[in-house]
Nanobody, 124 residues
Framework: QVQLVESGGGLVQAGDSLRLSCAAS??????????MGWFRQAPGKEREFVAA????????TYADAVKGRFTISRDNAKITVYLQMNSLTPEDTAVYYC???????????????WGQGTQVTVSS
């Protein structure tokens, strides 16, 4: 089993920045090979994809809504994934979830481990 714990959320103003972290524990010797992703869910909306990163960190994918503003990265030595969020807008308000795909299939990840989420609220 792998446990994922997000942190770094909070209340900020439009235009501010936040960095979310996702720390893994448990079967951590394998996590460095996992595809890692960030998702978010706003009130009354379905959960949506935000960003993904492959095991080496050399491949990243972003949702159009965050492209150019958010950056996903990982530190395999610390078994931690980050989401740097800049130029935040009220539309970014959501619970942000970290997820891990143990198959390592970047082209078609099936995220089988999820964190509990961290709230990000952006005021106008």
């Amino acid at each position: 089993q792998v446990q994922l714990v997000e942190s770094g959320g909070g209340l900020v103003q439009a235009g501010d920045s936040l960095r979310l972290s996702c720390a893994a524990s448990g079967r951590t010797f394998s996590v460095s090979h996992f595809v890692m992703g960030w998702f978010r869910q706003a009130p009354g909306k379905e959960r949506e994809f935000v960003a993904a990163i492959n095991w080496s960190g050399l491949r990243t994918t972003y949702a159009d809504a965050v492209k150019g503003r958010f950056t996903i990265s990982r530190d395999n030595a610390k078994i931690t994934v980050y989401l740097q969020m800049n130029s935040l807008t009220p539309e970014d308000t959501a619970v942000y979830y970290c997820a891990a795909d143990s198959s390592g299939n970047y082209g078609n990840p099936k995220y089988d481990f999820w964190g509990q989420g961290t709230q990000v609220t952006v005021s106008s």
